[in-house]
């Protein structure tokens, strides 16, 4: 989850409150003056406020604001009847051509799908078949309507709880069944009166409140205000089932499996949303988990202490500062900025109404918990932008004793068992997901609760996982040289037939140095010897290397035997790591990648000391260093000719906080098999690039070395960007790419460009049934309907292979397409990229060029921190 996801996610948390206002403690803000509760006469059988809250989920923002903001369709001047203009609002499609008169909408659509694909978006190559998603379809009665209402008070009241109490007392007239989020009221029917007037006394002053309920518009399904009220009536329906939101995804918290050997547990939950998708409104559903510690925050800082440490603080302080906590007692998930020493339970904070009370007293009032350790310090975090736009600016503090760790740790990351043992409850297979999806369906239509809130909307949710129509494109021919491998679609694995083989473009290895650590040096010597016997079946003519052993495993040590043992003729660098130390890796490649350019590659001792496998383990190494000096290991048929297909993609640089590294790396002939990287620094602490220009310019002139002529066309896939960033990658990235082009090739010339927009965080999954089983779909599987976006011209393809769990989907969005490819050769092109990742011997989840891309800018951001020597190192595979 983004960070920005995050935030939301807290601020709707943190926005439902109880009606008497309380700051959580620590909050330092000015009291603010907060009316009493409204204790208005309530007719008999009249909804308290809280009951009208929890009806209306208590949380969301209107896509309208009402009234005299925003004009909506079909509302009339001076207060007219509003008549609905259904026909137009159907034909409110964004993208297609001629339909939508709105110049907004018009504008918004070149964003999303090219003109040539307006019509029809869905290819036609390959097997048909069906597969399931993990989707239900929300229907409607044949009449229904959803009334939009602006509500307005006067005197204006700021509160939204106290709006809801304000109209509570009217229940009989707009009806129990309402959704009101402080400015637009929804109701399942329509009032008396377009304009209607009420009246409701403020309790703590006895002021008058004018409440004017105006029409503004009738909401037909599929429109963007029935799916925001979709929503709203989905958190209540996941509420009746009885799960709890934490952040996104709703919980059950109640019954948590716990790992007790790595003290750990994992909440079961469902990701869940309501969108409009091709022709139907979807119920994405989506199993979840969330990790949190066995122990609370108090017991990790006990154990270090314990320990009597001399720097057992700032030991603390590493562990914690930074982690994600989530409170027990409420749900709630903070991020920890520092950690107040100087503070304890003891203490007090000034509540809203101006007086103070002791952090241990407030959770004994509020909550009845009673704090075991008063002299614990308290953990500080900061307001987000959100709180502070709503009015937050104090900090807000924590009781450890209270708190749980969230996610895990790299070492638990790191750690095999940990990682195998959670596996077990988190990676369901595609048979158990699709049962519990099911599971959770069938609990909608039988808890009573719900059925009466969705019965009282008329509105219903199929009970079966949504079908779907898709295909599995042809089987590619990988080519070593011009041998073809023969393999297995649905393994996506050519490994094996591999062995023996002759590479598509070996290298020979002539001049090569191998570092090792003294106690080390053995295995070297083995690993060469292997070496020399893998190389030359594939085509590879591997010399005895140079061999230097160090006295210690100090980083300077590693870092200065490179320095000293380089040579201009030098054409690779082995190095057998004692272990997988992050500082003395980056130290090494800082050296080989900035000061003394040469390609390297790093191999950490452990892995070499079975003998079995150490043929292996020498083959996948020599393919390594084969690709790194510029060879080519394989390749599949690309039908294009003319075409520079570019990847993109984003990492934050791990040393200066809001500084990212975006990785650029373009093809270079025909057959993607070469390529020139390049990297981009940027302060921002975003996703978008602004160092594009100088990528692609570096990018064109190259391919003109190469092939002496410029390239026609420019296919792009963009990894890491948001739905909400298109637009802005479209303006901001798209206009440098074509700058950059014009400079390389001329200003008269009109370039061609596919850009495509890769995602991976997605939580669409499919499933192919069979003999009253669920299994993965085939790699090659693609899904071009019913859960593609009917504005976007897009769609997902399964391109690998999984052993374990549900395998991911990938979606592709093409934002711009003047090539104006049909999507049978988008969808195709996509396929046969996956197969070209010189790391692994089989299909990936993305195209090669945007893995590519991610290699680079996750070693940069991780380890170099600067640019790299272009002129050595930018067309060879230096960073795999």
Known sequence: MSGRARGRARGRARGAGEPDVVRRPGE?????QQPPPVQLPMPQGVVTPEQISAQTGGTGRAAYRGGQIVARPGTGNGGAIPKVPAEKLVKLEMGAAGEAEDETVRAKTRYYRADHVRQNKRGTQGNKVQVLSNS?????????????????FSPPIESRKLKQALLAPHKEFLGVVQAFDGHVLYLPKRLPNDVNEMHSLRNWDGAQIKITVKLTNEVPPMSVQFIHVANIILRRVLAQMGLKQITRHYFNPDNPVIIKQHHLQVMSGYATSVLQYENDVLLSCDLAHKILRDDNVMDQIYELFVQKLPNAQKMVERKLIGAIVMTRYNN????VDDISWDLNPTCTFEKSNGTSISYEDYYQNHYGIKITDRNQPLLLSKPKKKDIRRGQKGNIYLLPELCLLTGLTDEQRMNFTVMKDLAVHTRIGPDGRARKLLEFSD????????????KKWNISFENQLARIDARILPQEVIKLGTVPVNYRQEEADWSRDMRGKRLTAPIDLRDWIVIAFKKDIDLAKDLC????????PMGMKISPPQLVETPNDRNETFVVCVRENLRPTTQMVLVVLPNNKKDRYDAIKKTTCIDRAVPSQMVVARTLTKKQGLMSVATKIALQLNCKMGGELWSVDIPLSGVMIVGIDTYHDSSAKGRSCGGVVASLNRECTRYHSSVTYQTSHQELQDGLYCSFTAAIKKWLDVNRTAPEKFIIYRDGVGDGQLEAVYELEMPQIENAIRNAVGDTFIPKITFVVVKKRISARFFSPSHNQMHNPSPGTVVDDVCTKKEWYDFFLVSQSVRQGT???THYNVIKDTIQLRPDYVQRLTY??????????GTIRVPAPCQYAHKLAFLCGQSLHRNFDSDKLSDKLWFL
């Open 28 to 32: 330092q803000n000015e009291p603010q």
């Open 136 to 152: 239900f379809r929300l229907t409607t009665a044949p009449d229904w309507t959803l009334y939009q209402y602006h509500v307005d």
């Open 332 to 335: 709630k998930t903070y991020r």
């Open 443 to 454: 609990k909608i239509h039988k808890t009573p609760d719900v059925v009466d809130t969705l």
């Open 529 to 536: 010897k292997v070496l020399m016997t893998v190389g030359p």
């Open 807 to 809: 395998v991911s989907p």
């Open 832 to 841: 046969k990229l996956t197969h070209l990742y010189y790391n692994w011997q």
